[in-house]
């Protein structure tokens, strides 16, 4: 077998309405192509073979990162990983979007690679969904017949490989929390080595007063077919002086609560992602009190 | 001279490949050519009951689709690579055709091949072929292979065992009644092997009228390739010609072409050009496979950590075969017979199996077997010194061949022809700072952290001459001067990435007095006779062989010039392509004027000595073969020089996730006299590289069914220069007695020794816990268990 795809119909739309047009014509039979970093090699290997390939990379308006008000940034869906790496604004309001982004893949993927690809592609096993859970993001889908709407991160993803985008639709902005001082971050992940994606992804945020647990997200990758918030963990740690012990016994006792239940694969049975999950997340936890402290990490 | 070369190096090789200026076998397009890919099976085990390709064949742009039943008169089998039979060993050779006939036994077994006007239309027509299977039970266990009742794989040999041969080397028992102390070692090591960048490919285009078959592959053996190609066709050697551009890596797996002769074939049938290449996970499913294997042993000891002997048993998991879709199976006999590595011992007997299973074929691959054995004496020493509480050093001080006992004869034949086991330890061990590590591991350990120091060392047996086998270590140079000023080097050391072109510029300029730029390569042929690079076997061979053929063109060259100069032929040397004669300055000639009088200008006559004449040696070149000497009187003694090395590491262990890290990584080599410092220094990162690679994760997964789960870059985890920490390299140089150079062949040694110094430093991290570790690879859950087995 050679790496190469089936046949299929190319487009590649001067602009968004264009972009609809098409989309709401073909509807699945048609696959946007948002920097192909999936979709290409998926074409190659023949998992997939859509008839219709929509290239959105004439859309430069859907490239952007911008402050929308004090506490939100928007983040167009085209916009590379480099470049939001390399975006001072990110590094200054989102600190952990810069780090989640510098951890994933390599220089040649993150060339061409989109955070729009990489939200709908919704691998399990990505870093930036369970980012957009902990940042509180918004994505705003668009189509032809039904115009804009808004949805929460947090209802997005729906399975694996699957989100509740409609075939007509187009992910066209990112919107998440940008940061205030009083904010802590913790971003942990496991991975083996080489090419290989991340076993587990725990990310937290957190805000203190006084020492006590004002406000705390956390969210979680690859222990579960979407990325996951671990709620039941956060309202226990809300309310609570937080300390070393304190931290890991609630964790440890309020994961087994969550009944999370991971998939094994050749990589990781599920017993150890989920012991993975409580101890990355108490890492996280931790890593953001101390960037509260100013301890550095 | 150095810089010069260095000059040569960036501007010859290693520019036109950062540029993508060079040509690969992808690169050569041919006019009128078709393109060829090839049906994989589905199955690990089956009985093919039907093959429709009907529909296939009504896709516009398809030419021809071929089955192997209806190939079968047409060609003959795989020829075999090996057949130790002949040694009076139980050494058995499957009847396999390129094509499946009636059963396939790997999932990726070539079934079928389609040929059209474009690759994509024959990537459509693969879909629509039908193929018909009769599932048969899989085996992918090789003890369970080994089975009474176990699913056979070749129903006329009645088991599944392809090689068995029992080592005895010394007196087993007589030594085993003198040991204090007996261990019992076993050692697992998975599936693994080499991955090149470049997938395998090939153009093949047969031409009608002159009956030649001309074929472009990356290969690193044109000259055994050629014959293997033309017996499958049926065709003259002669009839032929294999050519290999630039090739984009190579570790052993670009020896034989077993898939690559299903695009000669079609070209022959077709008369025409044909191209395939394929994908990476075609690649991983069916390019040859390596490692996978399980040591069972018992080790015996003096109480003072001399190590006596050992003897037990051994497996080898070959997969579908390793005789003649690769060269893998003889593997088996380096395996154990390089156990004794750098130590006298007194006696080894292993039984050795090699096991057919569901499995890939069973290939080369950077190591081949003596890292098996290497590994194996390593794990033994380690795990013994912590038994008797000496240091890993310690233990090696006491059982190493002294420096004064060479040329040393090991009892499993090798003749080790130099070295200084000691002063390359000891020098590895000040370059780690290892007192200071062994400080900072206590002071860790207090703060819950927890590093672990590991050394390992290796012998690497290099430069064989195999009897019964295409390894038998023939090898020729031709050295030629022409007019132009130029000279043109013909040797098959083809560079596959262990820059062997810029070796042999640097022994011609030297050799020779010429400017590297003067000096043009010729390599990659199957027209030159030389059996290519394996076995480290580059500058034993090929470079002793280019080295003899230069000397013997500079007599000539100064018998000329002492004619035309009317200088005694001893005042004369060449520098720069221009020959001076000590006394005079005035008297000088360049080589380029002199090539012009001989050949033109005024011609032989005038310019060559009556001898040369009467002689008929009327050309400025020279031919020179080459052979290992110590592989002369003894068979066993298959190797020619023997480096060695020396590693040591700092890891720590994450206790929480079972995650290792390499901090710190020394390695101090012993290559004989080096060459060109920077290709040693880069095979050295390479092979650390890939040793690192395979003891923490590499694998090769296959499910009880016969699947390989592994057919991604994300699956197989290659390490990236992330997962490699930076690594510190000194040379000690012990010359070797018997080669051209004083060099020793040394591709192989570094990817022998990581893994056992991570294995060892990993154990020395989590020795409070006493965690003993018998198989690889250390993927952070298998840590993670063994913890959780102690804590």
Known sequence: MCPLPKAFEYFAPENINEALDLLNRFKDKAKILAGGQSLIPLMKYRLLSPEYVIDLRKLKDLIFIKEKDQNRISIGALTTYIMIEFSPLIEQKCPLLKEVTNSLSDLQVKNRGTIGGSICHADPAAHYPPAMLALNAQFKLMSKENGERIVNAE?????????????????????IDAFQNDFGWGFEYLNYGGAGYPIVIAITILKMRNDVCEDVRIALGGVSLTPIRAKIIESSLKGEKLNSEIIDKIIFEKMEEMRINPPSDIHASSEYRKEMAKVLTRRAIKKALKRLKGDGV | ??????????????YPIVTGKALYTNDINLPNMLYCTILGSNYAHARIKSINVNKALEIPGVINIITGAELMDKINPLPTNSDYSKLGWHWRIPKVYPLAIDKVRFVGEPIAAIVATNSYIAEDALEMIDVEYEPLPVVVNPEKAMEKDAPLLYEEWGDNIQAYIKFIHGDIEKSFSKADKVLRVQLKEQRYSGFPIEPRCCVADYDERRNELRVWLPNQTPYQSRRYIASVLNMPESHVKVIVPNVGGGFGNRIVPYKEVIPCILSLILKKPIKWFE??????????????????????????GRILSIRGRFIMDYGVEGTNRDAGSPAIVPAVRSIPSAYKLEAIQIDAYGVVTNKAPYGAYRGYGKDKGNRLIERVLNIAAREFNLSPEEIRFKNFIQPNEFPYRQITGYLYDSGNYPKVLKRALQLLNIEYWREQQRLLRERNRYIGIGLAFMVEPAGASIPYSIFTGIESAKVSLFTDGSIHVYSNTIDIGQHSKVAIVSVVAENLGVKPEDIKVIMGDSDIVGLGPWSSRGVIYGISAVVKATKALKLKILKVAAKILNENFENLYIKDGVIYSKSNSEKQISIRDLANRVYFFPGPQMTLTQDMLEKGETTLEAIASWFSPTTIKELSSVYTTFCCGADAAVIEVDLETGKVKVLKYVAVHDVGKIIDLASVEAQVQGGIAQGIGGVLFEELIYNEDGQLLTTTFTDYLMPTAIDIPEIEIDHIETPSPVTETGAKGMGEGPIIIPPEVIISAVEDALAPFKVRISETPLKPERIWRLLKCVT
Request: net charge negative; hydrophobic share 35%.
């Open chain 1, 155 to 175: 209802d997005f993803f729906i399975d694996a490989y699957t989100t509740l985008i409609k075939p007509d639709e187009i992910l066209t902005e990112i919107e």
């Open chain 2, 1 to 14: 001279m150095s810089n010069k070369i260095e000059d040569w190096r960036k501007r010859e090789r290693d």
């Open chain 2, 279 to 304: 994908s990476r996970r075609e690649n991983f499913l069916s390019q040859t496979h390596q490692r996978d294997l399980k040591w069972d042993v018992e080790a015996a000891f003096k109480n003072d």
